[in-house]
């Protein structure tokens, strides 16, 4: 059991996927983990349509239905972080410890072969980059 | 132990040759005599040929216990001794990869200029200038790596055709040490993925079993090392990518310390993950790479201002191997990566591997790792947040592929929706998800907390160890579609690998053995883990394990 979860604390106890990782033939199952759902942080569950909107991906109806199901597996998983005692835990941003004091001037510097940055945009008309236009939405 | 592969005339193409004054098998005394054993260092020696030549009249001889050679040595020697041609060299290796890309596919875009810049280091040569230490070395790049006028398409739709206007700083550096891009290779789309085949274009298939996967994400990388399409590769290595792909295809892979390499011009995937990693059929040749590309970078803020010692001069400089060159290393084995769940043959290779480790004077104790299962969720979940919003910029608009709509919000949800791979869209999705308002500190954070947790049991075990040692994957390479439509299965087999990337430590790995599978058996490597710019160490230990790593021959099938 993960280090300070009490079964008191626990409202469901769900052990959720008990992974075959070796290929066929072996018969040894991988016990990676375990979820739990800790009574009071609960969340909803994900939204793909609504996450979708929100990362400007546009999709497709069969899409939502196909990856729903695997998001969700995924986010239960995710879960299983909320089991552990991360009391006192400073939360590290990187790997390393030590911030390079290193910092270059602030000059800008123009990039030499700006032709080749322009000439990868789909549609350049001098000196914009086209998009379609903005409706507003309702 | 498993068999050793079975080995047939045809397959003598890919094997090394060796001209008949190099100092032969017999000369060597087993390490278990008591004397010291002087061996010649095989890239010392002049006359070491590599598998380059194509002189018929050359035999190869005894193909049991030859270890592997330093390609990069032997090429320079060749034109130094103007005994070969850039070109011929070039030549050689374009027509393998002609020969060998129908059945393997490692290439997404093979460079339209190898000869002419093959020429350009033969005027180099006649000139008497000084070579660089890579001229004439046939390099593959990973495609999401940056080549200026080259296509760099990340493995995704939506670059499709995209070629940047710069070179990534360690491509600028491979060729300012007068390397050749012989072309980009394929990957698992913007390095999400363990196997290649959520490459948006191709499959790559293993050239030690084409029915079965490369591994992932730089699996066109390895695999193109594996069948000497090329000399060396440089990949990118986030959860395992570099690590897990050198196992199945039995090559070297090193994961550098984060920060070690200049990630300028590597497509970011998880910005406080992603490191650049190389490829090569010998530990010399990934730590000469190592030398080229490693060192601080002004447009990398990330990129570590740590000196950069000779990598290569450690294996070097020793001219003979004591009978324990290991005496005095004290090695970790990983207990939480040799248990359930993993294959009963890949345990029983480490077991080997840290046998032989021992016979070399080591010393091999177990340790466990608190919090190693945690790591991979943490893993995930930092990853998929962070690609979440590094691949926000592939838009359409100012680059990659544009859908044809009439309104701005339907270009980006369209144009990402037409150019992103599945794969991608799901992480784009769960990193949305984990890093939206009120679900930050249950994930994101909490991810972070994990990976402080982490990166303090690895630094905790390697003040007791110098090294630690654990299997790069649970399995041998999998069979193409196996791990398709099953994400969480697929992340499984990180395991071993993504708690490296979250202490941001350093890991070679190295093969070791095999396992049943295919016609030849499958590879399986040795990851030594070492603490935070420590790659002369494992370099060191690398080499020497290898070089004396006995009956294993980690050449394909001829195809």
């Not at chain 2, 294996?315 to 769940?341: A, C, Q, Y």
Request: hydrophobic share 40%; glycine share 8%; charged share 20%.
């Amino acid at each position: 059991m993960a280090t300070g979860m009490t079964m008191s604390d626990a409202t469901l106890l769900r052990r959720l996927s008990t992974l075959l990782v070796a290929r066929s033939g072996c018969p040894r199952r991988m016990r990676l983990f375990s979820s739990y759902i800790v009574r009071g942080a609960t969340f909803e569950p994900p939204d793909v349509s609504h996450l979708a909107d929100s990362a400007r991906i546009s999709l497709a109806p069969g899409e939502v239905e196909d990856f729903g199901p695997k998001i969700r597996q995924v986010i239960d998983w995710f879960g299983q972080l909320q089991a552990v005692d991360l009391e006192s835990v400073e939360p590290s941003v990187r790997a390393d410890a030590e911030v390079s004091m290193y910092k270059r001037e602030d000059t800008p510097e123009t990039f030499e072969n700006r032709e080749a940055i322009i000439r990868v945009a789909p549609s350049y008309d001098d000196p914009y980059i086209k998009v379609p236009k903005v409706l507003s939405k309702e | 132990m498993p068999p050793p592969p079975v080995r047939s005339p045809s397959r003598l193409l890919l094997c090394h040759c060796r001209l008949p004054f190099h100092i032969s098998p017999q000369t060597r005394l087993p390490l278990s005599h008591n004397s010291s054993v002087r061996r010649r260092f095989h890239c010392s020696a002049v006359s070491a040929v590599s598998a380059l030549s194509s002189d018929p009249q050359i035999a190869p001889t005894d193909l049991t216990t030859t270890p592997p050679s330093s390609h990069i040595l032997s090429i320079r020697e060749s034109l130094l001794s103007r005994r070969r041609t850039a070109a011929d060299v070039a030549g050689e290796y374009l027509d393998r990869l002609r020969r060998t890309e129908p059945h393997i596919r490692s290439f997404l875009h093979v460079s339209e200029t190898t000869m002419r810049e093959a020429e350009e280091v033969d005027r180099l040569v006649a000139s008497g200038k000084d070579l660089g230490p890579l001229a004439g070395v046939l390099v593959g790049v990973k495609d999401n790596i940056c080549t200026a006028g080259m296509p760099s398409t990340g493995g995704s739709r939506i670059l499709e055709g995209y070629r940047p206007p710069f070179d990534a700083t360690a491509v600028r550096k491979l060729k300012e040490a007068g390397a050749i891009v012989i072309g980009k290779t394929n990957m698992d789309e913007f390095g999400m993925g363990s196997t290649t085949e959520g490459s948006g274009f191709q499959v790559t298939a293993n050239p030690w079993d084409i029915s079965r996967v490369p591994g992932g994400s730089s699996g066109g990388s390895a695999a193109a090392v594996s069948a000497k399409q090329c000399v060396v590769s440089l990949g990118s290595d986030t959860g395992g990518s570099v690590r897990q792909p050198a196992s199945f295809c039995g090559v070297v892979g090193l994961k550098p310390t984060y920060g070690r390499v200049s990630r300028f011009g590597l497509m970011a995937y998880a910005s406080s993950l992603d490191v650049i990693g190389c490829f090569g059929a010998s530990v010399i040749d990934s730590a000469i790479v190592l030398n080229v590309v490693s060192g601080h970078d002004r447009f990398d803020s990330t990129s570590s201002t740590h000196e950069v010692p000779d990598y290569a001069s450690f294996l070097m400089s020793t001219d003979h191997f004591e009978s324990t060159p290991l005496k005095g290393l004290k090695v970790g084995m990983i207990r939480e990566t040799i248990g359930d769940g993993v294959d009963v043959g890949v345990i029983s290779s480490i077991k080997a591997a840290a046998l032989h480790l021992e016979e070399l004077g080591a010393t091999i104790t177990e340790v466990s790792l608190p919090s190693f299962s945690l790591g991979l969720p943490a893993y995930y979940v930092l990853a998929s947040s962070e690609a979440s919003s590094n691949l926000s910029r592939y838009d359409g608009v100012r680059y990659g592929n544009r859908a044809t709509v009439d309104e701005l919000n339907s270009l980006y949800g369209d144009s990402r929706a037409d150019g992103l791979g599945p794969e991608v869209k799901m992480r784009i999705l769960m990193g949305t998800y984990a890093l939206s308002a009120g679900y930050y500190d249950a994930y994101y954070k909490r991810a972070q907390q994990v990976r402080t947790l982490i990166r303090k049991s690895f630094k905790d075990a390697l003040e007791k160890m110098d090294i630690l040692v654990s299997p790069a994957v649970p399995s041998p390479a999998y069979k193409i579609g196996e791990k398709v439509n099953d994400p969480l299965a697929m992340y499984a087999g990180d395991i071993m690998t993504v708690n490296v990337n979250l202490a941001g430590l350093p890991a070679l790995v190295v093969p070791c053995g095999f396992v049943e599978g295919g016609s030849a058996g499958l590879p399986v490597g040795l990851q030594m883990i070492g603490s935070s710019f420590s790659e002369e160490k494992l370099l060191r230990i690398g080499h020497i394990f290898e070089q004396t790593l006995p009956n294993y021959r980690f050449v394909p099938p001829l195809l």
